[in-house]
Every structure is written in structure tokens, then in C-alpha cells.
């Protein structure tokens, strides 16, 4: 393995973890992937090597235990790592905000301390839209300011944010990419691979999909009474497999030595405000099913609307997001019939 090919992905069992394993080895690079399969299934690390006809070096591994962590450093050759392993329930942190501290920053800062000291260089961090808040501009650019965070979840996505930022500023061989996701959805068009929710699903797609497939028996909009087009939220859907190629387009412009910053902040959407309604009807149009909904009151916590200004990503990384809403959700339905056996 050529350690500048060889990426490091923690939490690669996971939704947007297995999805990026695949186009980082269409891309040629290699891939370890550690998890801990707390949220997540060791059968997704199979999808891949089913997507993409290789063997995946994969190791059952909490990025919180740093005996283990070391031990993967100490194996493996790789000058990239992609940090996608941590909690992500906006609510569950509400009720749980110390797990949320321990697990998502004591993980980070493992990463991080490991980088150093075993001198690797680049390390890419899933960050997320969620740190802008309630902007006072829209759509949002990387320098639209951060907002106080309202969740547990939010802060561990700012704080590490800034540890990232401080210690590529102290270390001089660190070098960083913050990618901030918008809303992730739909799977990969093989369907071997897509979000596989425990319990009830916190986000809209999955609950749509599992209404369609009738184990819930009607979707919630939370809200119609916005200030928006269509009173529903106003949210910036971003393609799984294209937030998978951004990251491809971070670790190319890493390994090439192509930044401009030592640390470096991407949002990752498509730069398209598409409300809960419209989310709702075009799933029904592209796979020709009527879903049940309710207007129900709003969810405490929820911006009106949030989507990204994507120029920085398009300029810098000469990314851009591909596949079409009627594309993404036919996807998100085909992975949930699959699942299901439909
Ligand atoms: N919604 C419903 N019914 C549901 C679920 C969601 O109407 O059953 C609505 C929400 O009110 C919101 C929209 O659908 O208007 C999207 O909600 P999601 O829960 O899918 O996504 P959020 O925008 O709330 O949150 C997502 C991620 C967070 C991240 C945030 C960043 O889940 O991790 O984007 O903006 F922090």
C-alpha cells in the first residue's frame, strides 16, 4: 500500500463512511476502515467490497480507547485519516449531553493526538451545517458566522471544529479539512449500501421511506406555519454518493498539496433550498406512491431554513453535486425496499 493512497476511515461501517470507502477506491486510493459498529453494521464494510470487488482491511475499533487507536497506527501505513465516527442525534443529545462530549470529542481528540504523534499529515473532518445555526444570511458561505450551538451534538461539531484549527496552527505537519455536510440522503444506486437507522428515524428521509414501506403509519411535517414559500422548513438535500465525491475531491487536494490553509472549512450541499412538501411530493412522483402525512406542530430546535452558498467548493475543490433530487430519491426508496425484502 502507497501510505499517500492509503486513507484511514473511523466510522466506515456508517452511512456516509461506506459510501465515501467506495469512491475513495474508485478514486484508487486504498482503505482501512476502523468502527466500532455502535451505530452500524459490519455488512456495510461487505457492501463495499461487494460495490467494489476488493478486500477491506477492517478492524472492530473504538476511536475512544487510545490502546486500540495506537495499535492501528502502528499497523497500518496511511498519511490520510476521515473522521466520520461520533453520535449524531440532535435530540439523544439533549437527554444524553455527556456521552455526547465523551464520545464525539474524546474520539476526536485521539485522532488528533495520534496524527502527531505518529507524524500523519492530513486529516478530514465531518463537520456539519448544523454550526450555522439560525443564519442571519442565506444561503451560507464558510464565513457566515457560527451561531451559538443549540444541541450537544451542534457544540461537539463546533468545538472540534476548533480543536482542528488549533492544533493544525501548533502542529506543523497537520493539515485539515472541515467538510460541513447539509442533509445527507439517499444511497448508492446498487442499493448494497445506504442508512440503516436504529429505531424510530430522527430525519426526514428515513421516515418517509419507512412510511412507504408501511412500518410507520404516517409522517410527521413538523410544522407548516414558517416563513417560507410553502410554511414547511427549508433544508439543503444533499446526495450521499455526491458528499462521498467531496470527499474524495478533500483528500485529493490534501495529498496533492494543493491547500491554501493549513486548516480549511468546505460546506458541502448543493446550494438548492427544497422544502419538507416538495421533498415529499417528489418522492411520491419518482416512485409513484402516495404517502400519508400529518401537519403536526413544530420540532423544538428547528431552523426555518438553512442551504449552502457551494462556490467554495466548486472554485477550490472542482466539486460539484450531481445527482438530481428525483435520482437521490428513487435511491432512498430501492435501498428501502431492498432492506426490507420488498
Ligand atoms: N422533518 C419532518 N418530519 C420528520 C422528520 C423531519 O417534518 O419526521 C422535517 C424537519 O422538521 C426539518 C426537515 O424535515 O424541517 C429535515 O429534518 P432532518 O431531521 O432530516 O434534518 P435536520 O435539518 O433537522 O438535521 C440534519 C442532521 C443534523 C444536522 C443538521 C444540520 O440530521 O445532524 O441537518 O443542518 F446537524
Redesign the pocket.
Known sequence: MDSNKTVLISGGAGYIGSHTAVELINAGYDVVIIDNLSNSDAAAVEGVEKITGRKIPFEIVDTCDPVALKGVFEKYEFETVIHFAAY???GESMDKPLMYYQNNLVSFMNIVEMMMQFNRRNILFSS???V?GEAETLPVTESTPRQPAT?P??NT?QIAEDILRDCCRACAGLHGIALR?????GAHPSALIGELPRGV????????TQTAAGIREC?????DDYDTPDG????DYIDVVDLAKAHVAAVNRMTDDKMKEKYEIFNVGTGNPVS?LE?ITTFERVNDLKLPYKI?P??P???PA?WADTTLANEELGWKAERSLDDTLRSAWKWEKHVRGL
Open positions: 449524531k442525534a440532535v456539519s451545517a448544523t450555522y444541541s451534538y451542534g461539531k455536510y447539509f442533509n445527507p440522503i428515524p430522527n430525519n426526514l428521509v428515513p421516515f418517509v409522517l410527521s411535517v413538523f410544522g414547511t422548513c427549508l433544508r419538507v421533498l403536526t413544530r420540532r430546535g428547528d431552523v438553512v
